[in-house]
């Protein structure tokens, strides 16, 4: 698998850019449609602790018709990783500086695990005027957006209880611990072809550049979101952007509850289950891509 794996891995490294924001290094990828249909752009926004690599399998379905922009949140995946404190206000911040370099203005808006909430800063710089950016549409996907009801998980807990500072060389887990990690939030059901690679390869990029000896330093975003729920769930709530959840059923983390009590604050949200855990694009791709493109088409 191991030549697989990075074959994956520099095939996407080499789809990427790199636009300097506040002196640091951001990775995107650009995708642009196969056949362009008239629709917004789509800024796919990942989560913790992986990388946009995340979307891989599906950003071919997804660019069929639409632009598609994926972002490495600095700290994550192929952009630089400094060793600083992080911010998900800092985190949309980027968003904002792709969004003026790329010369978008409407988009569509597709978020996962911690990107839910660094789309409901966006959504709150939105509703407010204070943002390049305008969401048409806009897909959540499995993320915490009630901390109150995430079973987290013992790695998480061990994380969050370390101090808010890099680990020392050669500390933290490998490629293979973080795949099998992430294959842990998997559902039982079994996921398509290729999503153990998949994994594989989304642990060498949290690995890459010493990455995984910032996750201390990373995970700080689980206390800087209880801390804003009332901004970033309150916009993910409130916004006038018609609302999908796209939901793992078998999440073990972000669990179905949330989808319910999202529901029946926003009666309007439509949501659509699939028979996945807490990464639905790796373990069901085909049936993800058809669910978002349903969701910004209809």
Request: charged share 25%; net charge negative; with cysteine.
């Amino acid at each position: 698998m191991g030549d697989e794996v990075m074959d994956e891995v520099e095939g996407w490294a080499g789809r990427a850019e790199r636009i300097a924001v506040a002196g640091e290094q951001v990775a995107l990828v650009d995708v642009a449609p196969d056949r362009p249909g008239g629709a917004p752009p789509l800024l796919v926004v990942h989560g913790f602790p992986t990388s946009s690599i995340d979307f891989a399998r599906v950003v071919g379905r997804l660019a069929a018709e639409r632009r598609v922009v994926l972002v490495d949140l600095p700290g994550y995946g192929l952009s630089d990783k400094p060793d600083r404190v992080y911010s998900l206000f800092g985190q949309a911040d980027v968003l904002d500086a792709v969004a003026r370099d790329r010369g978008l203005s409407e988009v569509d808006l597709l978020t996962h695990d911690m990107g839910d909430s660094v789309g409901g800063e966006v959504l709150a710089r939105t509703i407010a005027g204070e943002s390049p950016l305008r969401v048409r549409r806009r897909v959540l996907t499995n993320g915490s957006i009630y901390l109150d009801m995430a079973h987290l998980t013992d790695g998480q807990k061990l994380l969050r209880s370390l101090p808010d500072e890099m680990l020392p060389e050669g500390g933290g887990p490998d490629a293979v611990a973080l795949a099998a990690t992430l294959a842990a939030l998997c559902a039982p059901t079994p996921p398509a072809a290729g999503a153990a690679r998949h994994l594989r390869a989304s642990g060498e990029l949290v690995v890459r550049a010493g990455g995984v000896r910032l996750l201390p330093r990373l995970i700080r975003y689980l206390d800087e979101r209880a801390r804003h729920e009332h901004r970033w769930t309150g916009a993910i709530e409130s916004h006038p952007a018609a609302l999908t959840v796209v939901w793992g059923r078998g999440d073990p983390i972000a669990v179905p509850a949330m989808v319910d009590r999202l529901v029946s604050r926003r009666p309007a949200t439509a949501v659509t289950w699939l028979e996945a855990g807490h990464w639905p694009m790796v373990e069901q791709p085909a049936r993800f891509a058809e669910a978002v493109l349903a969701a910004l088409d209809g």
